[in-house]
């Protein structure tokens, strides 16, 4: 069910798009479209991962985003190196609130930026030297560190800087991992590139150090890939799967060490959240190593107790037996959570615009409140994303991929929805277009969200946002009419 | 040529994966497809065909591989 019927639907979409010129309507045409649960691929009806539209308000990040904000970023006993301008890093330090446990500074580095600060004459006569200097001092100044990683800012590629010869000479020198990671922001579209990148850096430099080491596995070893921990998310996951007797050997890369992810070869199964940043690590070790993988949402508790057995089914039966204990054990306080919240929020409807899985994960934990998604859409979603958010959505709701400011706002105009959830470049817009507002990105500074616990105050939030009185109070005393 | 990556799928049908265009589709028929000579002329489900080399059959999947494009769907 939703606001607006199929046909009401699409004249939204050409409506809005009446104000572009004709080369760009076309364009953006491609990247909205009406859900419709029958089409099997998405590509038949919505384009994504394609370059934005010159001129146009897009909220995408770069490759270096995806690379040292996202993959790389959260592994906490490794020193992420911003290796160019020192802006790129400083203003994206300790932003995605990726948690983990340890002593910054000390053993630990996440929320800290390093920066090989590029000057004009960086640019001209080059960076090497400056970097295999940098890596020196970080090594001197802390010890701890279990390894270094370069993250390439945009001009390390454009004066053609030789960061691999540098590592690899440094590494031997330090005996430390030191990984180059190509990650320059212009690569790619968005900073669905980084991701793959760093990816790709992972397995080339990191998986491969350990291929020889023993190790004392146990047949119920699991790795948690494409979990960041954000607001403790990937803690309030790990209890669950603990709990129903599996072993977690390895967090990706949210609380994450370099150590765990050297081990993850010897996990039995892999388990993958976040689909589009970790699936080509996934595949990697699936050919090399024989790792079975496969996805799971833990937002809400159906898809949480759906995801819980369908990872018990790779196990045998003492593991089945677990699921189901930890199903019913939280079985009253999920009850008790939407006895109280779902009268309050009971079909509100909500317009979602995410990127990596949320567009279409968190869909689960909307409806098990009975609120209902009109609308999502990824920043830098692919085909595949697409394929299965299709199955997820209501006919004939609202899919847009990379949607404009613009866009967002006329549609936000027309289907009123009674919240939006998106990220921080959106939110203060559509506060003050009086429309509830949450930051999905950060959780806006609340979590964790995922798991049983993670329900618990994601729908305290929903409801604190949704039925605050501040939202009855958009217009000035002096302008009401006077009272009656 | 692009790299693919042939897996198994649930039933134990192949399927193709080429990162490159995010497409993941089942194999409806290969060429060849006996220990001794694998690959040649493959046909998606989505009608694009590929083309890999004929070789022994790999001892497991997944497998990458280099594959020439003879027909894509799009």
């Known amino acids: 069910m939703s606001a607006l019927t199929k046909v009401e ?12 010129p004709e080369k760009a309507k076309k364009d953006r045409e491609k990247h909205l479209a009406v859900n419709d649960q029958s089409i099997e691929q998405s590509k038949k009806c919505i384009t994504s991962n ?3 539209l010159p001129g146009v308000m897009t909220v995408r990040g770069c490759a270096y985003a995806g690379s040292k904000g996202v993959v790389w970023g959260p592994i906490k006993d490794m020193i992420h190196i911003s290796h160019g301008p020192v802006g790129c890093g400083q203003y994206s330090r300790a932003g995605r609130r990726n948690y983990y446990v340890g002593t910054t500074g000390i053993n630990t580095f996440g929320t800290m930026n390093f920066t090989t600060d590029f000057q004009e004459k960086d640019i001209v006569f080059g960076g090497d030297k400056k970097l295999a200097k940098v890596l020196g001092e970080i090594n001197q100044l802390f010890p701890l560190n279990k390894g270094i990683s370069v993250q390439s800012e945009c001009p390390i590629g454009l004066i053609g800087d030789d960061i691999e010869a540098v590592s690899k000479k440094a590494a031997k020198e330090l005996d430390k991992p030191i990984v180059p990671v190509r990650c320059e922001g212009f690569r790619g579209v968005s900073q669905s590139l980084g991701h793959h990148i ?4 992972i397995r080339d430099w990191v998986l491969p150090r350990r291929d020889t080491l023993q190790f004392e596995s146990t047949p119920y070893d699991v790795a948690v890939i494409g979990d960041y921990n954000i607001g403790g998310d990937a803690w309030s996951s790990r209890i669950l799967l603990e709990e129903m007797g599996l072993r977690v050997i390895a967090q990706w890369s949210g609380d994450g060490t370099i150590a765990e992810m050297e081990m993850t070869p010897n996990a039995k199964l892999n388990l993958i959240h976040c689909y589009r940043s970790m699936n080509y690590i996934a595949r990697h070790m699936e050919e ?3 790792i079975p993988w496969m996805e799971y949402n833990f937002f809400g508790p159906t898809k949480v107790a759906e995801s819980l057995r369908a990872i018990a089914e790779h196990f045998d039966d003492t593991i089945k037996a677990g699921a189901e204990r930890v ?3 939280y079985q009253a306080m999920m009850d ?3 006895a109280k919240y779902k009268p309050r929020l009971q079909g509100k409807k909500v317009m979602l615009y995410v990127g990596g899985l949320r567009p279409r994960h968190i869909i689960g934990a909307y409806e098990d409140l009975g609120m209902e998604v009109v609308g999502t859409g990824y920043e830098f979603g692919h ?4 394929d299965r958010t299709i199955k997820d959505m209501g006919n004939s709701t609202l899919i847009y991929d990379d949607v404009t400011g613009f866009e967002f706002e006329e549609f936000v105009k027309r289907i009123k929805p009674d919240l939006i959830g998106s990220g921080i470049k959106e939110k203060y817009i559509f506060q003050k277009m009086g429309v509830p507002f949450r930051q999905m990105h950060s959780w806006d500074y609340s979590g964790p969200y995922h798991g049983y616990d993670g329900f618990a105050i994601f729908a305290r939030d929903m409801d604190m946002t949704i039925n605050n009185p501040c939202w009855g109070k958009m217009k000035a005393p002096w302008l009401k009419e006077a009272a009656v | 040529m692009a790299n693919i990556m042939i897996q198994r799928g649930s039933k134990g049908e192949y399927v193709f994966y080429l990162p490159k265009r995010d497409l993941e589709d089942n194999i409806v028929s290969m060429e060849f497809d006996t220990p001794e000579k694998w690959g040649g002329e493959i046909k998606l489900n989505n009608g694009g065909s590929y083309y890999i080399e004929p070789q022994a059959a790999p001892a497991k999947l997944p497998i990458s591989l280099r594959a020439r494009r003879l027909d894509a769907a799009e």
């Open chain 1, 9 to 20: 639907t699409q004249a939204l979409i050409a409506e809005v798009l009446e104000v572009y």
């Open chain 1, 288 to 290: 090399k190593y024989s």
């Open chain 1, 383 to 386: 085909n595949d994303d697409y």
């Open chain 1, 50 to 52: 394609r370059k934005s």
């Open chain 1, 327 to 329: 199903i019913a054990k």
């Open chain 1, 198 to 201: 760093a990816n790709d850096a």
């Open chain 1, 336 to 338: 008790e959570i939407i």
